[in-house]
């Protein structure tokens, strides 16, 4: 039999929210919240729909926080099922965001009705952070809303993102921080000419080699309690005019960091500038900056996993592998953050699915961190 939450999820499953698009999906949330006494703030930001929701002013707040955006399809011939048509086989979900990240969304709004019923006059506040723009450019979504709210001083408690953050089995990782990303576009000035002419010429890649040997080799940090070793990867290096015959006048190498607390923005990049400068190099460098936060033990990691264990009968492992996420964001306001949802297993892949009977042990889950922190003992 279904339940609300499957209804729910399943309704928003579907609209056909591909990034940076809602079609609908929070005016549906709003739909269910506004009865509950939510204060709703409608917040669009250029092409962006974002909500932030609350109830209550008084605290702890805790605040749950999603995305209704999803990725593109990718071939929809290779579909064992139509995308956007919510399908059940065999107690599976079928549906482009069933797991990135509707279910979560459905389980916030239910465990919060269920809540609310159950406890009106709860302690402090329940709040809903909602964006569109998770899975595109993240520049006028979660971080335009923290923004906001950072501006007129109401900081958040407790954050529970919902991303897919469950490995092997629905409830055994709790993502309690993420590591920074630090990128950069370095391009490489050299002289363009003819191969045979090698006194004519400055080879840039030539020329970097070296430095990139160095950077290989440089042992950034160790890590730390929570984080591994902080990694230097190359992504994509270019140069040349696609002739035999001509050497080229510069290379460009995009490359990352990601990053543990052990290390600093300011560090990394010093210690990249002093790299190339020892080299000697003639190059232009740019930077693209997303912070690490971590979440140490704490009320809310304490709340949500004896709520997972009850729910799931599983102990969480605390990590901070992955990507990034808007958690990163929601650190500039909030102490504790983190992001616990379904299985990652088939997040942007084709044929993206959810267990059924994962869904509303998600719910009662959320539904009990709640219960934990926000009634009277």
């Not at 501006?151 to 897919?164: K, S, T």
């Not at 990782?173 to 391009?187: A, C, E, P, Q």
């Not at 960091?257 to 232009?284: C, G, M, P, W």
Request: aromatic share 8%; proline share 6%.
């Amino acid at each position: 039999m279904n339940t609300p939450t499957l209804d729910l999820a399943i309704d928003l499953l579907t609209r056909r929210s591909n990034t940076p698009e809602d079609a609908g999906c929070q005016e549906l949330m709003i739909s269910r919240l506004a009865p509950l006494g939510f204060k709703i703030e409608r917040m669009r930001f250029d092409d962006v729909d974002n909500f932030y929701a609350r109830r209550g002013t008084s605290g702890p707040l805790l605040v749950f926080a999603g995305h209704t955006d999803v990725v593109p399809t990718g071939p929809l011939e290779k579909w064992h099922t139509p995308p956007f048509e919510p399908t059940i086989k065999e107690g599976i979900l079928y549906a482009r965001g069933a797991a990135d990240m509707k279910t979560s969304l459905a389980a916030f709004v239910t465990c919060i009705e269920e809540f609310v019923a159950e406890h009106p006059n709860h302690l402090g506040s329940i709040g809903l952070l909602i964006t569109s723009d998770e899975e595109a450019a993240a520049i006028n979504g979660t971080v335009k809303v923290v923004e906001v709210l950072k501006a007129r001083g109401e900081l958040i408690d407790y954050c529970i993102v919902g991303e897919p953050t469950s490995n092997k089995v629905v409830g055994d990782m709790i993502k309690n921080g993420r590591r920074g990303s630090l990128s950069g576009k370095l391009v490489i000035k050299g002289v363009q000419g003819h191969i045979a002419y090698p006194h004519l010429v400055k080879n840039p890649i030539h020329m970097v080699a070296p430095a990139i040997k160095e950077m290989v080799d440089t042992v950034w940090d160790n890590g730390n309690e929570y984080f591994p070793p902080t990694s230097w990867q190359i992504s994509n290096m270019n140069g040349g005019t696609g002739a035999t015959n001509v050497v080229p006048g510069e290379v460009e190498i995009l490359f990352n960091f990601r990053f543990s607390t052990a290390s600093t923005e300011q560090n990394l990049k010093q210690r990249v500038h002093a790299i190339l400068d020892k080299h000697d190099l003639s190059y232009d460098l740019d930077w693209e900056y997303s912070p690490p936060y971590i979440t140490p033990r704490g009320n809310l990691v304490e709340a949500i996993s004896s709520a997972i264990e009850t729910c799931y009968g599983i102990t969480p492992e605390l990590s901070t592998t992955g990507g990034t996420s808007d958690g990163r964001f929601i650190a500039d306001i909030c102490k504790q953050v983190i992001e616990f949802g379904p299985l990652n297993a088939t997040i942007h892949k084709l044929n993206e699915c959810v267990g059924v009977a994962d869904i509303e042990p998600l719910k009662e889950t959320y539904k009990m961190t709640l219960t934990k922190l926000l009634t009277y003992p």
